[in-house]
């Protein structure tokens, strides 16, 4: 069974930074695509950030374009996602995803993981 499991999440002020990381068990996805989605309330889901099987295709959404950087140990099966000048529109769950290819939209992703809460006070 494939179990992604996300964890780094909290509340934090604006400017702050996190870090998330995301686990995966029950398969290897060193040649898949591993990135990280999120949902704020009464929001639908937002594809954020994917990388590919080499260190150099990695995608993001305007919106974090910049701010957020993901990475990921191929090794221990596990993508990280780095989030700098944090905004209070930041706050949302954050989901782990990953599927075959990289694809700019939550859709794209067959694999979840149960999120993680983060919260950007002003």
């Known amino acids: 069974q494939v179990q992604l499991v996300e964890s780094g999440g909290g509340l934090v002020q604006a400017g702050d930074s996190l870090r998330l990381s995301c686990a995966a068990s029950g398969r290897t996805f060193s040649n898949d695509a591993m990135g990280w989605a999120r949902q704020a309330p009464g929001k639908e889901r937002e594809f954020l950030a994917a990388?590919?099987?080499?260190?150099?295709?990695?995608y993001y959404a305007k919106s974090v374009k910049g701010r957020f950087t993901i990475s990921r140990d191929y090794a221990k099966n596990t993508v990280y996602l780095q989030m700098n000048s944090l905004k209070p529109e930041d706050t949302a769950v954050y989901y782990c995803?990953?599927?075959?290819?990289?694809?700019?939209?939550?859709?794209?992703?067959?694999?979840w993981g149960q999120g993680t809460q983060v919260t950007v006070s002003s």
């Open positions: 995803v990953a599927d075959r290819l990289v694809a700019r939209t939550p859709k794209g992703y067959a694999y």
């Open positions: 990388q590919g099987w080499t260190d150099d295709s990695a």
